[in-house]
């Protein structure tokens, strides 16, 4: 079935390091590929999504690039600030399906 | 433009008890979604709703029903709890595309609060 294998944290970075959280996903068909972020004490915020293969999403200085041959969705920062700080979801939504398969989520923490 | 709304925010329960949540979708929504969150888990898909009837659901036992009202808004119940029932509850709406009634794999689920269910 289809399903999201998510880097395992949590991840501390200083203010302004490159984030890289990887991604891989394994689904039949074309699935749509989703990063969601959550606050604490919030719901699920969609940060960026990508339809189709070679699709770059990007938001708020976040970029993901659907890669088909590699089934990767890995998101990128290039200067991350405190207030990221957050646990990122990513998430993908299949073919024949009306559900969404989450993964188990990154801890991030940017410290000053 | 109010967003996905649920209530209550927190909800304290004893084991055998039951209880009711409610969700609201983004206004221009049709589609509601129920997911459970453990603690440091994931969501995890417990069903939808479209035009009132469950049109999909995962990997939860009948204890967990729904249902949907002609306004779109939409209740989970869960009967019986057991302590690992605790967990934050999230609602997502979205619409589907086109005439097909399916929901397209293209379309983004939008996230409601949640409801934070405490089971002692």
Redesign the interface.
């Known amino acids: 079935g289809d399903s999201?294998t998510?880097m395992e944290g949590p991840v501390t970075l200083s203010e302004e390091a490159f984030l890289t959280i990887n991604c891989t996903y394994t689904a039949t068909?074309?699935?749509?590929l989703?990063w969601?972020v959550q606050y604490p004490g919030?719901?699920?915020?969609?940060l960026l999504?990508a339809?189709k293969a070679d699709d770059k999403g990007s938001n708020k200085g976040f970029e993901a690039t659907y890669r088909k041959e590699t089934t990767s969705f890995h998101l990128e920062k290039g200067s991350v600030q405190v207030s990221d700080s957050a646990v990122y979801?990513c998430?993908l939504?299949?073919?024949t399906?009306?559900?969404?398969?989450?993964?188990?989520?990154t801890s991030l923490t940017v410290i000053p | 433009d109010a967003g996905v709304t649920q209530s209550p925010t927190h909800l304290i329960k004893t084991r055998g008890q039951q209880v009711t949540l409610r969700c609201s979708p983004k206004s221009g929504h049709d589609t509601v979604s129920w997911y459970q969150q453990a603690l440091g888990q994931g969501p995890q898909f417990i069903f939808q709703y479209y035009e009132e009837e469950e049109r999909q659901r995962g990997n939860f036992p009948d204890r967990f029903s729904g249902h949907q009202f002609p306004n779109y808004s939409s209740e989970l119940n869960v009967n019986a709890l057991l302590l690992g029932d605790s967990a934050l509850y999230l609602c997502a709406s979205s619409t589907r595309e086109g005439t097909s009634g399916r929901l397209g794999s293209t379309d983004t689920q939008y996230f409601g609060p949640g409801t934070r269910l405490t089971v002692l």
């Open positions: 999201v998510q068909g074309y699935p749509s989703f969601y919030e719901g699920l915020q969609l999504k339809t979801f998430a939504s299949g073919w399906g009306n559900q969404f398969y989450f993964g188990t989520g």
